[in-house]
Protein backbone atom coordinates (compact mmCIF):
# COMPACT_ATOMS: atom_id res chain seq x y z
CA UNK A 1 0.00 0.00 0.00
CA UNK A 2 1.45 3.42 -0.80
CA UNK A 3 -0.48 6.76 0.92
CA UNK A 4 0.05 9.87 -0.11
CA UNK A 5 -1.17 11.81 2.20
CA UNK A 6 -2.79 10.70 6.02
CA UNK A 7 -3.86 12.65 8.57
CA UNK A 8 -2.74 12.22 12.35
CA UNK A 9 -5.01 14.26 14.65
CA UNK A 10 -4.99 17.84 13.57
CA UNK A 11 -1.70 17.84 10.62
CA UNK A 12 -1.27 15.96 7.51
CA UNK A 13 1.33 14.61 6.24
CA UNK A 14 2.80 13.21 3.04
CA UNK A 15 4.09 9.78 3.37
CA UNK A 16 4.64 6.18 1.75
CA UNK A 17 4.70 3.14 3.53
CA UNK A 18 8.23 3.02 4.88
CA UNK A 19 7.67 6.58 6.58
CA UNK A 20 5.56 5.20 9.37
CA UNK A 21 6.71 5.03 13.07
CA UNK A 22 4.72 4.30 15.77
CA UNK A 23 5.82 7.94 17.06
CA UNK A 24 3.69 9.02 14.12
CA UNK A 25 0.60 8.27 15.94
CA UNK A 26 -1.17 9.80 19.16
CA UNK A 27 -1.01 6.98 22.11
CA UNK A 28 -3.94 6.91 24.77
CA UNK A 29 -4.20 5.20 28.04
CA UNK A 30 -5.79 5.07 31.26
CA UNK A 31 -7.29 2.17 32.84
CA UNK A 32 -6.19 -1.48 33.49
CA UNK A 33 -2.42 -2.45 32.85
CA UNK A 34 -0.93 -5.71 30.72
CA UNK A 35 -3.15 -8.49 31.68
CA UNK A 36 -1.29 -11.55 32.88
CA UNK A 37 -1.62 -15.31 31.49
CA UNK A 38 -1.83 -17.85 34.25
CA UNK A 39 -0.23 -21.14 33.41
CA UNK A 40 -3.31 -22.69 32.26
CA UNK A 41 -3.50 -19.98 29.22
CA UNK A 42 -6.21 -17.20 29.12
CA UNK A 43 -9.55 -17.11 28.32
CA UNK A 44 -11.21 -14.49 26.69
CA UNK A 45 -15.28 -14.29 26.81
CA UNK A 46 -16.65 -12.40 23.70
CA UNK A 47 -19.93 -10.85 23.30
CA UNK A 48 -21.58 -9.06 20.38
CA UNK A 49 -24.62 -7.53 19.06
CA UNK A 50 -25.62 -7.13 23.03
CA UNK A 51 -28.69 -4.40 21.65
CA UNK A 52 -30.05 -2.78 24.61
CA UNK A 53 -32.80 -0.47 23.19
CA UNK A 54 -35.11 2.16 24.98
CA UNK A 55 -35.37 2.39 28.68
CA UNK A 56 -37.72 1.43 30.60
CA UNK A 57 -36.36 -1.89 29.43
CA UNK A 58 -38.89 -4.00 27.55
CA UNK A 59 -39.23 -7.69 28.54
CA UNK A 60 -36.18 -8.43 25.58
CA UNK A 61 -33.54 -6.42 27.41
CA UNK A 62 -34.34 -7.26 30.59
CA UNK A 63 -33.64 -11.34 29.99
CA UNK A 64 -30.11 -10.04 28.04
CA UNK A 65 -29.76 -8.26 31.46
CA UNK A 66 -30.29 -11.36 33.37
CA UNK A 67 -28.00 -13.42 30.71
CA UNK A 68 -25.10 -11.45 31.56
CA UNK A 69 -25.66 -11.27 34.94
CA UNK A 70 -25.55 -14.98 35.09
CA UNK A 71 -23.68 -16.17 32.61
CA UNK A 72 -20.11 -14.05 32.90
CA UNK A 73 -19.48 -15.47 36.41
CA UNK A 74 -20.00 -18.83 35.24
CA UNK A 75 -17.20 -18.49 32.43
CA UNK A 76 -15.30 -16.49 34.81
CA UNK A 77 -12.98 -15.00 31.71
CA UNK A 78 -9.49 -13.52 31.91
CA UNK A 79 -10.81 -10.86 29.64
CA UNK A 80 -14.39 -9.84 28.22
CA UNK A 81 -14.08 -8.40 24.87
CA UNK A 82 -17.48 -6.61 23.25
CA UNK A 83 -17.21 -6.92 19.43
CA UNK A 84 -20.01 -3.77 18.64
CA UNK A 85 -23.66 -3.03 18.64
CA UNK A 86 -24.18 -2.34 22.11
CA UNK A 87 -27.06 -0.73 21.86
CA UNK A 88 -29.77 0.84 19.06
CA UNK A 89 -29.33 4.72 19.07
CA UNK A 90 -31.68 5.17 15.97
CA UNK A 91 -35.43 6.23 17.38
CA UNK A 92 -34.64 5.57 20.49
CA UNK A 93 -35.01 8.38 23.27
CA UNK A 94 -31.83 8.74 25.21
CA UNK A 95 -29.94 6.09 24.49
CA UNK A 96 -27.35 6.87 26.73
CA UNK A 97 -29.69 5.03 29.77
CA UNK A 98 -29.32 1.64 27.67
CA UNK A 99 -25.48 2.14 27.61
CA UNK A 100 -25.56 3.61 31.34
CA UNK A 101 -27.36 -0.09 31.94
CA UNK A 102 -24.20 -2.04 30.83
CA UNK A 103 -21.71 -0.06 32.59
CA UNK A 104 -23.92 -0.97 35.75
CA UNK A 105 -23.81 -4.39 35.33
CA UNK A 106 -20.14 -4.74 33.86
CA UNK A 107 -18.95 -2.62 36.99
CA UNK A 108 -20.38 -5.09 39.07
CA UNK A 109 -18.25 -7.75 37.72
CA UNK A 110 -15.08 -8.02 38.13
CA UNK A 111 -13.32 -8.38 35.01
CA UNK A 112 -11.30 -6.41 32.85
CA UNK A 113 -13.43 -4.96 29.92
CA UNK A 114 -12.31 -4.18 25.96
CA UNK A 115 -14.80 -3.12 23.44
CA UNK A 116 -15.35 -1.86 20.17
CA UNK A 117 -18.16 -0.07 18.14
CA UNK A 118 -20.64 -1.15 15.42
CA UNK A 119 -23.01 -0.01 13.13
CA UNK A 120 -25.96 0.85 15.40
CA UNK A 121 -23.88 2.05 18.43
CA UNK A 122 -23.73 5.80 17.05
CA UNK A 123 -27.07 6.61 15.40
CA UNK A 124 -28.51 9.87 15.68
CA UNK A 125 -27.65 11.41 18.78
CA UNK A 126 -24.67 9.79 19.44
CA UNK A 127 -21.35 9.71 17.55
CA UNK A 128 -18.20 7.59 18.29
CA UNK A 129 -16.57 10.72 20.46
CA UNK A 130 -19.77 10.40 23.19
CA UNK A 131 -19.71 6.78 22.89
CA UNK A 132 -16.05 6.80 24.21
CA UNK A 133 -16.88 9.56 26.83
CA UNK A 134 -19.64 6.73 28.13
CA UNK A 135 -16.96 3.93 27.97
CA UNK A 136 -14.90 5.77 30.70
CA UNK A 137 -18.13 4.57 33.41
CA UNK A 138 -16.89 1.35 32.95
CA UNK A 139 -14.55 0.79 35.96
CA UNK A 140 -13.11 -2.18 34.45
CA UNK A 141 -11.86 -1.24 30.88
CA UNK A 142 -8.61 -2.24 29.52
CA UNK A 143 -5.56 0.12 29.10
CA UNK A 144 -5.70 1.45 25.32
CA UNK A 145 -2.16 0.52 24.45
CA UNK A 146 -0.93 2.85 20.94
CA UNK A 147 -4.74 3.78 20.52
CA UNK A 148 -5.67 5.67 17.46
CA UNK A 149 -8.59 7.97 16.10
CA UNK A 150 -8.49 7.94 12.77
CA UNK A 151 -9.91 10.82 10.87
CA UNK A 152 -14.00 9.65 11.14
CA UNK A 153 -13.69 9.30 14.68
CA UNK A 154 -12.72 5.95 14.48
CA UNK A 155 -10.80 4.24 17.32
CA UNK A 156 -7.81 1.27 16.86
CA UNK A 157 -6.09 -0.12 20.23
CA UNK A 158 -4.37 -3.11 20.81
CA UNK A 159 -4.52 -4.80 24.05
CA UNK A 160 -1.38 -7.00 25.56
CA UNK A 161 -1.37 -10.13 27.39
CA UNK A 162 1.75 -11.96 28.88
CA UNK A 163 3.60 -13.59 31.02
CA UNK A 164 6.74 -12.77 33.89
CA UNK A 165 6.49 -9.18 32.34
CA UNK A 166 7.10 -10.34 28.62
CA UNK A 167 4.28 -9.51 26.21
CA UNK A 168 3.15 -12.97 24.58
CA UNK A 169 0.01 -12.15 22.42
CA UNK A 170 -1.36 -8.68 21.31
CA UNK A 171 -5.32 -8.04 20.45
CA UNK A 172 -5.79 -5.87 17.99
CA UNK A 173 -8.90 -4.17 18.19
CA UNK A 174 -10.91 -2.25 14.75
CA UNK A 175 -13.73 0.27 14.91
CA UNK A 176 -14.94 -0.64 11.57
CA UNK A 177 -17.56 1.96 11.71
CA UNK A 178 -21.70 2.02 10.57
CA UNK A 179 -22.77 2.89 7.27
CA UNK A 180 -20.35 3.57 4.68
CA UNK A 181 -19.52 7.31 3.46
CA UNK A 182 -18.88 9.26 0.20
CA UNK A 183 -20.65 8.04 -2.45
CA UNK A 184 -20.71 3.91 -1.61
CA UNK A 185 -23.49 1.75 -0.60
CA UNK A 186 -24.02 -0.66 2.32
CA UNK A 187 -21.74 -0.59 5.79
CA UNK A 188 -18.48 0.87 6.34
CA UNK A 189 -14.94 -0.30 6.70
CA UNK A 190 -11.44 -0.39 8.43
CA UNK A 191 -9.95 2.63 7.17
CA UNK A 192 -6.63 2.85 5.31
CA UNK A 193 -5.67 4.89 8.16
CA UNK A 194 -6.23 2.15 10.31
CA UNK A 195 -4.18 -0.27 8.57
CA UNK A 196 -0.78 1.73 8.32
CA UNK A 197 -1.49 2.14 12.17
CA UNK A 198 -1.69 -1.46 12.20
CA UNK A 199 1.47 -1.91 10.58
CA UNK A 200 3.43 0.78 12.61
CA UNK A 201 2.09 -0.51 15.70
CA UNK A 202 3.03 -4.16 14.68
CA UNK A 203 6.44 -3.51 13.42
CA UNK A 204 6.95 -1.48 16.91
CA UNK A 205 6.10 -4.92 18.77
CA UNK A 206 8.29 -7.20 16.83
CA UNK A 207 10.95 -4.47 17.32
CA UNK A 208 10.24 -4.97 21.62
CA UNK A 209 8.08 -7.97 22.27
CA UNK A 210 9.57 -10.34 19.07
CA UNK A 211 6.97 -12.80 17.02
CA UNK A 212 4.02 -13.11 19.16
CA UNK A 213 -0.01 -14.68 18.85
CA UNK A 214 -2.37 -12.36 18.04
CA UNK A 215 -5.91 -11.92 17.45
CA UNK A 216 -8.11 -8.90 15.77
CA UNK A 217 -11.65 -8.02 17.19
CA UNK A 218 -14.04 -5.62 14.72
CA UNK A 219 -17.88 -5.59 14.72
CA UNK A 220 -18.29 -5.75 10.66
CA UNK A 221 -16.96 -8.88 8.66
CA UNK A 222 -14.24 -8.00 6.39
CA UNK A 223 -15.13 -9.09 2.44
CA UNK A 224 -12.27 -12.57 3.07
CA UNK A 225 -15.25 -13.87 4.99
CA UNK A 226 -16.93 -14.91 2.26
CA UNK A 227 -14.10 -16.80 1.26
CA UNK A 228 -13.81 -18.73 4.40
CA UNK A 229 -17.31 -19.56 4.02
CA UNK A 230 -16.77 -21.95 1.52
CA UNK A 231 -14.01 -23.70 4.09
CA UNK A 232 -16.21 -24.17 7.26
CA UNK A 233 -15.29 -25.95 10.04
CA UNK A 234 -17.73 -25.32 12.84
CA UNK A 235 -20.58 -23.06 13.67
CA UNK A 236 -23.67 -22.09 11.94
CA UNK A 237 -24.26 -20.07 8.57
CA UNK A 238 -27.55 -19.13 8.73
CA UNK A 239 -28.02 -15.50 7.51
CA UNK A 240 -30.03 -15.10 4.08
CA UNK A 241 -29.88 -11.42 2.97
CA UNK A 242 -27.20 -10.79 2.68
CA UNK A 243 -25.53 -14.28 3.97
CA UNK A 244 -22.14 -11.87 5.11
CA UNK A 245 -23.20 -8.32 5.46
CA UNK A 246 -19.45 -6.93 4.64
CA UNK A 247 -18.48 -3.82 3.06
CA UNK A 248 -18.37 -2.95 -0.46
CA UNK A 249 -15.09 -1.57 -0.14
CA UNK A 250 -12.06 -3.87 0.74
CA UNK A 251 -9.12 -1.74 2.38
CA UNK A 252 -6.97 -4.84 1.82
CA UNK A 253 -6.92 -5.12 5.93
CA UNK A 254 -6.87 -9.06 6.05
CA UNK A 255 -3.73 -8.90 3.11
CA UNK A 256 -1.37 -7.16 5.32
CA UNK A 257 -2.85 -9.36 8.06
CA UNK A 258 -1.81 -12.32 6.12
CA UNK A 259 1.48 -11.04 5.23
CA UNK A 260 2.38 -10.73 8.40
CA UNK A 261 1.94 -14.16 9.40
CA UNK A 262 0.83 -13.35 13.67
CA UNK A 263 -2.73 -13.60 13.61
CA UNK A 264 -4.73 -16.59 14.82
CA UNK A 265 -7.56 -15.57 14.60
CA UNK A 266 -10.25 -12.54 13.09
CA UNK A 267 -13.20 -12.25 15.28
CA UNK A 268 -16.61 -10.21 14.17
CA UNK A 269 -20.07 -9.91 15.03
CA UNK A 270 -22.79 -7.71 12.90
CA UNK A 271 -24.40 -10.74 11.48
CA UNK A 272 -26.88 -12.44 13.87
CA UNK A 273 -27.47 -15.45 12.14
CA UNK A 274 -23.79 -16.56 11.66
CA UNK A 275 -21.73 -18.08 14.33
CA UNK A 276 -19.03 -19.91 12.37
CA UNK A 277 -15.47 -20.61 11.81
CA UNK A 278 -14.26 -20.66 8.51
CA UNK A 279 -10.60 -20.52 7.03
CA UNK A 280 -9.32 -18.64 4.36
CA UNK A 281 -5.00 -18.83 3.87
CA UNK A 282 -5.02 -20.66 6.63
CA UNK A 283 -6.46 -17.97 9.20
CA UNK A 284 -9.36 -18.41 10.60
CA UNK A 285 -12.53 -15.95 10.37
CA UNK A 286 -14.99 -16.25 13.49
CA UNK A 287 -17.85 -14.88 14.51
CA UNK A 288 -18.68 -14.59 17.79
CA UNK A 289 -22.73 -15.39 18.73
CA UNK A 290 -25.08 -12.87 19.56
CA UNK A 291 -25.67 -12.13 22.66
CA UNK A 292 -29.17 -9.93 23.06
CA UNK A 293 -32.35 -10.93 22.77
CA UNK A 294 -33.64 -7.50 21.63
CA UNK A 295 -32.65 -8.39 18.21
CA UNK A 296 -33.40 -10.04 14.93
CA UNK A 297 -31.93 -13.70 14.91
CA UNK A 298 -32.70 -17.33 15.01
CA UNK A 299 -29.13 -18.48 16.66
CA UNK A 300 -29.58 -19.38 20.54
CA UNK A 301 -28.30 -16.18 22.24
CA UNK A 302 -24.93 -17.22 23.80
CA UNK A 303 -21.59 -16.06 23.45
CA UNK A 304 -18.04 -16.80 21.89
CA UNK A 305 -14.72 -18.31 24.50
CA UNK A 306 -11.37 -18.16 23.35
CA UNK A 307 -8.73 -19.88 25.19
CA UNK A 308 -5.26 -18.48 24.09
CA UNK A 309 -1.85 -19.25 25.23
CA UNK A 310 1.25 -18.54 23.75
CA UNK A 311 1.21 -20.37 20.91
CA UNK A 312 -2.46 -21.32 20.29
CA UNK A 313 -6.41 -20.44 20.26
CA UNK A 314 -8.75 -22.95 20.65
CA UNK A 315 -12.50 -21.34 20.46
CA UNK A 316 -16.41 -22.53 21.72
CA UNK A 317 -19.49 -20.97 21.12
CA UNK A 318 -21.93 -21.31 24.32
CA UNK A 319 -25.59 -20.62 24.02
CA UNK A 320 -26.45 -19.38 27.70
CA UNK A 321 -25.94 -22.22 30.06
CA UNK A 322 -25.23 -24.24 27.23
CA UNK A 323 -22.85 -26.40 25.57
CA UNK A 324 -21.15 -26.48 22.60
CA UNK A 325 -18.49 -27.99 20.74
CA UNK A 326 -14.50 -27.04 21.11
CA UNK A 327 -12.85 -26.07 17.76
CA UNK A 328 -8.59 -25.46 17.44
CA UNK A 329 -6.95 -22.75 15.39
CA UNK A 330 -4.49 -25.03 13.58
CA UNK A 331 -2.60 -22.06 12.30
CA UNK A 332 0.15 -22.07 15.32
CA UNK A 333 -0.04 -25.50 16.39
Known amino acids: M ?4 LRLGDRAV ?8 ISDFKIIVGGLAMLTMNEQGFKILQLTDIHIGEAPFNAEDQATFAALKENIPLVDPDLIVISGDLIWSDGVDRPQRGYQALVDIFNELDYP ?3 TYGN ?12 RKLETGFTHRVTKQHAYVDPRGKESYTVEIGQAGKITNVLYIF ?3 DNAPFDVEGYDWVSTEAIAWYEATHAEYLRTAGQTVDLVFLHIPVPEY ?7 VAGKWWEMNPRIASPELNTGLFAHLRFN ?5 IFCGHDHDNNFEGRYM ?4 IYGNVSGYNCYGDLPRGYRVINLTPKTMETVTQTYRGGGTPMQSSWFD
Do not use: C, Y
Not at 226 to 232: K, L, P
Open 14 to 21: RVNDSDFK
Open 261 to 265: QHIAG
Open 226 to 232: ANAATHI
Open 113 to 115: LAI
Open 175 to 177: DSG
Open 2 to 5: SLSH
Open 120 to 131: HDSEQTLDRSAL
Open 282 to 285: GIPL
